[in-house]
């Protein structure tokens, strides 16, 4: 039995990579589970550049199990934000997925642009810096503990602190905003 | 010593995650009622899921709950349970607590307090060993007075020695020498060294143990003087000091040398008079010389390993000692059949120099098929709290040899699945593929520098482009359930087109 369904078009970023246009249109779900999708993605003259026709399922929570080209793919899904944490055997790629109309809305489009974040939840034991530091790369800007371990957060770029968003003994969550550089 | 029958019929378990499930399961197995504790952070816990009884104790934070002697204690009493298993870690080699237990009547299962409190303290354990003629790293503990001390005791003590603070570590004030004409120049610069460091210009000469592994044995020993042991494990592969791999049985140890290190072992655990089950820790040199490290007077993380070898389960041995019954196998009846590799799965990023990765497990499934077991206390659903220990899992595999247990244990790893936090589970397959680990021919330095950014770099060719397929479908499914998102005009899919595909 197949569903018609809208086509979508988003903004794709693997980890550093370049961001990408990508289209995707469900083209058939199952009773069974299974779902179709086409996908393009688009070079960046906006021509289709490469197309997948995908076969997915959803055996079991937080996984989605792909196949194209003849491959299986086991991929563990952990949305955040606007994006998504993709584990693949065992590797992780952080995938900020965006629609390009919000994108637009948003000032500047500072997606991480002058904020320095946490990777792990934990909790802050030390503020290393204040409001108008001038930092260099690397140098550590707050410790935040978790497991038992101390874990620098250092900067990922020389700067000035415009902003610390953390206080010592907060708990902060992963991926949340530290400190905000100029 | 307790000489005498007592029944246990309910046990405390003071502690928490695998360790905890570890002892339930054994608890379980002899028929004995279980209770867990927990602390705000662990209500979800399967340990507390599986025990039959459960009693809150505090806070997160372990200083407010599995550090809390008097609650747990309290809590004991409570339930009537008549026995505490301290678990490896949190109270289990706090000698007070052992000695709180057994003054209000109840069960300590783990050695006697006096045991604790020998091997507890680095220079006593050191001085009664050494007088039990336990062979101890040769050299001084008291500062050299002159160069001309130094030149002596180093001749005592036989090259290579190493240098060292007397009032340091971290490796401040530290110089290998490896003959006499080294000794002058790195006398002066160690001493220098740490002044400058420490403030104490102090320095003391110990025997520099080449290329060391750490290879310890296991013991056991009943209530009423019987010591056997249950062979040795190598535990040689650690970061940071903290294991990471272990194996038994030792890949290059001579027979000759198992039989005097497993006898010392015996020996250390007689001279005092210990009882249950312990581990003797030796350094063991490339010379083939080995030296008394310490012994850890509880449960070891990595006791499946001697389990898998020897089918002694050291749990319900722990139990059965503790309830008086003298040892029911001799040193005889053990043998090492196999070979087992324990793999510790750890909530932390290698690909991000390590970083802790706690938070919920949306997905859980462990491997399975032959000889292949899993201590954890993980499920789909649960969550690794930032409060404790990163170690979430055990991987543990027993193969016919140690070919066998490296390819089951590979395998084993593929099947690994852990949704939503980072593990060291990639990590393992690199370091599995490493020539000198595959070789056996390893020391406690084998992940330091280089091979660790190789090991790391070697997890494995990330995927971009499945995965951002995956991350499409998923965001486009969310957008069409979250009815956020319309078709965009002008757009030159046709959707009608694909349906008709």
Redesign the interface.
């Given at each position: 039995m197949?569903?018609?369904?809208?086509?979508?078009?988003?903004e794709?970023t693997?980890?550093d990579?370049t961001t990408?246009t990508?289209?995707?249109?469900?083209?058939?779900r199952n009773d069974d589970g299974v779902?179709h999708?086409?996908?393009?993605?688009l070079a960046e003259d906006g021509s289709v550049d490469?197309t997948?026709e995908?076969d997915?399922i959803r055996p079991?929570?937080?996984?989605?199990n792909?196949m194209?080209g003849g491959?299986s793919?086991?991929?563990?899904?952990?949305?955040f934000d606007e994006?998504?944490d993709?584990?693949?055997?065992?590797?992780?790629?952080e995938?900020a997925?965006v629609?390009p109309?919000r994108k637009a809305l948003r000032t500047g489009g500072a997606a991480g642009g002058g904020s320095v974040k946490t990777?792990?939840?934990?909790?802050v034991v030390r503020v290393l810096v204040s409001e108008g530091d001038t930092v260099e790369k690397g140098s550590a800007l707050v410790v935040v503990e978790?497991?038992?371990?101390e874990?620098e957060i250092k900067s990922p770029r020389d700067g000035v602190v415009s902003r610390v968003s953390v206080a010592e003994g907060d708990l902060v969550e992963?991926r949340a905003v530290l400190v905000e550089l100029e | 010593m307790a000489a005498k029958r007592r029944p246990i019929r309910k046990v405390l378990i003071a502690n928490r995650g695998e360790i905890a499930v570890r002892v339930i399961r054994g608890c379980h197995e002899l028929g004995i009622a279980t209770v867990a504790v927990y602390s705000d952070a662990d209500r979800r816990s399967l340990h507390v899921r599986m025990a039959m009884e459960a009693h809150h104790i505090g806070p997160a934070p372990s200083a407010q709950s599995y550090l809390r002697a008097d609650r747990i204690l309290e809590v004991a009493q409570e339930t009537g349970a008549d026995a505490i298993h301290p678990g490896y870690g949190f109270l289990s080699e706090n000698a007070g607590f052992a000695r709180a237990v057994a003054e209000a009547g109840l069960v300590w299962i783990g050695p006697p307090p006096a045991a604790i409190d020998a091997m507890g303290s680095k220079t006593e354990s050191r001085a009664r060993m050494a007088a039990a003629g336990v062979p101890v790293v040769p050299g001084t503990k008291q500062a050299l007075e002159s160069f001309e001390e130094a030149r002596q005791v180093a001749l005592d003590v036989g090259y290579p020695i190493m240098l060292k603070a007397a009032a340091g570590g971290g490796g401040k004030g530290m110089r290998r020498v490896f003959s006499e004409d080294e000794l002058a120049s790195a006398f002066s610069a160690a001493r220098s060294e740490a002044a400058s460091s420490f403030g104490d210009d102090a320095v003391y000469i110990e025997k520099l143990i080449v290329e060391p592994r750490h290879v310890e044995v296991q013991v056991l020993a009943d209530n009423y003087g019987n010591v056997v042991h249950l062979f040795e494990r190598d535990c040689s592969i650690q970061r940071r000091n903290q294991k990471v791999v272990e194996e038994t049985p030792c890949p290059v140890l001579p027979p000759e040398t198992r039989e005097a290190m497993t006898a010392v072992a015996c020996r250390a655990a007689e001279a005092v008079d210990y009882e249950g089950a312990g581990t003797v820790e030796f350094l063991y040199g490339a010379d083939g010389s080995f030296y008394f490290l310490e012994m850890n007077t509880r449960l070891q993380v990595e006791h499946p390993i001697t389990e898998m070898v020897t089918g002694v389960d050291l749990v319900k041995a722990q139990l059965r000692v503790a309830m008086g019954e003298p040892l029911w196998f001799s040193q005889d009846d053990l043998k090492q059949v196999g070979h087992a590799i324990e793999l510790r799965v750890y909530?932390?990023?290698p690909?991000?120099n390590w970083?802790?990765?706690?938070?919920p497990v949306?997905?859980y499934?462990e491997p399975g098929g032959p000889w292949v077991r899993v201590d954890s206390a993980m499920y789909?659903?649960a969550e690794v709290p930032?409060?404790?220990?990163?170690m979430v899992a055990k991987l543990v595999v027993w193969g016919a040899d140690r070919n066998d247990a490296i390819e089951r244990s590979d395998r084993a790893?593929r099947e690994y699945?852990v949704?939503?936090i980072?593990?060291t589970?990639?990590f393992f397959?690199a370091l599995l593929r490493d020539p000198d680990f595959r070789s056996g021919h390893y020391s406690t330095a084998f992940l330091d520098g280089d091979r660790m950014e190789r090991l790391c770099a070697d997890?494995?060719e990330?995927?971009?482009?499945?995965?951002?397929?995956?991350?499409?479908?998923?965001?486009?499914?969310?957008?069409?359930a979250a009815g956020t998102?319309?078709?965009?005009p002008g757009?030159p899919?046709n959707?009608?087109k694909?349906?008709f595909?």
């Open positions: 197949s569903t018609s369904a809208p086509t979508l078009t988003y794709v693997v980890g990579g990408r990508a289209r995707i249109v469900r083209t058939a779902a999708y086409h996908v393009e993605l490469t997948v995908l997915t079991e929570p937080g996984v989605l792909l194209y491959k793919i086991e991929a563990g899904i952990v949305p994006g998504v993709v584990d693949i055997r065992g590797l992780s790629h995938v997925v629609d109309r990777q792990m939840p934990g909790r978790a497991m038992k371990m874990n992963a | 909530a932390e990023d690909t991000r970083a802790p990765s706690p938070g949306p997905g499934r789909a659903g930032v409060h404790y220990d990163p790893l699945r949704r939503g980072h593990t589970i990639p397959r997890m494995g990330t995927d971009p482009l499945s995965a951002s397929l995956a991350a499409l479908v998923h965001a486009y499914e969310r957008d069409l998102r319309s078709p965009q757009g899919t959707r009608w694909w349906s595909r």
